[in-house]
């Protein structure tokens, strides 16, 4: 099984820099039971979500 969620890669500190985030938050779009399919749907979000400033993108993991 794997698990598909976005996150971002970055956030803003207090002096307004954008720094990397450690501790993002993770939201999962749905859990497959290949890595083939795991690939397709962040390939698919990734596609069709513009990843703003923060870099927000489709991940999956196998160690959940």
Known sequence: MYKVFIRN?????????????SSARKYTLDYVSSEEQARKLCAEYNTTHKPGKLSRKAEYTSNY
């Open 9 to 21: 890669w970055w956030q803003y500190d207090r002096n307004g820099n954008i720094v990397p985030d």
